[in-house]
């Protein structure tokens, strides 16, 4: 039951709202480069989380209820503890902090749609607010109140939403063709027609977006251990191959989910498909209605699991000002931005190269390097050191693709 507990909290974390733009990127690279491309970003986060696991496992794993506290003491072979807490901490409010946007975009999208059936984005962002902020409220008893533990029943719901999101999208893809059947396009992948780097790097950008979930990995793990006696009095043990399973099922749950949303849909509306798939389903379409309804309570139970690492990395403001208040000052910009920015694709992109990058590859390097003080005889050293060099590459490239998609 607590494994149950460890991968739904981790899984939730991963898949949040990304999803969503998917069906774009597979239909402006192809099904070919957008499968292969996903692959390989499962496998480094896959590696990511395990070089994570591993940092946990050499740690005090009786104290180990955030990696705040595992690197909060000493100092590391490259830097001083102080330093590395300042480079988490940055990285996880950026990251999380965006996070919070797309969210709040994808909830305002989903309840404007069921509520406003035909609408203008010029001449109703009033009604855009309005549903933002009733999203706000909605949530805030949540985000404020309820432990990141104590989300595991809620990301267990969330994750069972979303498998009923794949069902019914799948499934009505196959429906609207006319053979019953989607088979595999043979042609060309249309990466061929488009600006290679700018759609590259986007669905890069995307992809290491969707997977992130670093900043809870620690916390998740948590759940694992299991107290025993011993003549040193209690001790908590976890078996490494737990960690391992725990990871491997929800990359492997978050990998499986993405690619079968992202060819069939991108299959269902080919170039018409939005950056949001969910504005490509009629407002008077019980399908569409139904699917709304789901995502928006997708977003609602996923939310608080993505402002948990925030109220971490700032304990000195959160005790000064109380969880509740850290909380409210978080939402208000964030459900700012989500009123008048509507390209999900763009948002995602954007908070995917400059933050998601570093930390699905450099942090977890630089966490492992601290404990082990660069001690790299073992497995995840020189893994490490690659992930290193390949944070800023990764980084660089979304960069130069989402200036290149905006010029």
């Not at 950008?205 to 979930?213: D, H, I, K, M, P």
């Not at 690659?386 to 130069?400: D, E, H, M, N, Q």
Request: charged share 10%; net charge neutral; with cysteine.
């Amino acid at each position: 039951m607590e494994g149950l507990k460890s991968w739904a909290l981790l899984t939730n974390t991963i898949t949040g709202v990304a999803f969503l733009s998917f069906p774009f990127i597979f239909e402006r690279t192809g099904w070919q480069y957008g499968l292969g491309t996903l692959a390989l970003v499962a496998l480094l986060e896959f590696i990511s989380l395990e070089i994570m696991a591993a940092a946990w496992h050499h740690s005090d794993i009786s104290a180990s209820k955030h990696v705040r506290i595992i690197i909060g003491g000493g100092e590391s072979g490259i830097m001083r503890q102080g330093t590395l807490i300042w480079i988490y901490d940055s990285l996880v409010f950026l990251s999380c902090f965006g996070a919070l946007i797309p969210f709040t975009m994808t909830a305002a999208d989903g309840l404007q749609g069921l509520f406003l059936p035909a609408y203008s984005q010029a001449s109703e962002t009033w009604f855009r607010a309005v549903v933002v902020i009733i999203f706000a409220l909605l949530q805030f008893p949540l985000s404020a109140f309820v432990s990141f533990k104590d989300q595991a029943p809620t990301s267990i719901t969330s994750l069972v939403i979303l498998f009923i999101i794949l069902v019914f999208s799948c499934a009505h893809t196959v429906y609207e063709n006319s053979d019953g059947f989607v088979a595999f396009s043979v042609a060309p992948p249309p990466l061929l027609n488009n600006n290679v780097v700018s759609v590259s790097a986007a669905a890069l950008s995307n992809f290491f977006f969707a997977f992130t979930c670093q900043m809870n990995a620690f916390e998740a793990y948590s759940l694992l251990r299991t107290s025993s006696s011993s003549s040193h009095g209690k001790q908590y043990v976890v078996g490494i191959w737990k960690t391992t399973l725990v990871n491997l099922f929800a990359v492997l749950f978050a990998a499986l989910t993405y690619g079968l949303l992202g060819y069939y849909v991108s299959q269902d509306f080919g170039e018409e498909t939005q950056t949001n798939f969910l504005n490509n389903y009629g407002f008077n379409d019980i399908f569409g209605i139904i699917l709304r309804v789901m995502i928006v309570l997708k977003m609602f139970l996923t939310y608080p699991i993505i402002i948990s690492p925030i109220m971490n990395s700032l304990p000195r403001l959160r005790e000064a000002i109380g969880k509740p208040l850290l909380a409210f000052i978080l939402m208000v910009p964030a459900s700012a931005v989500a009123i008048f920015v509507h390209d999900l694709s763009i948002v995602l992109g954007f908070i995917g190269c400059i933050t998601e990058v570093f930390i699905s590859l450099a942090l977890p390097a630089l966490i492992m390097a601290h404990i082990r003080r660069l001690n790299m005889r073992e497995w995840y050293g020189p893994i490490a050191v690659l992930l290193l060099v390949l944070a800023p590459f990764f980084s660089l490239y979304g960069i130069v693709g989402l200036i290149l998609t905006l010029v």
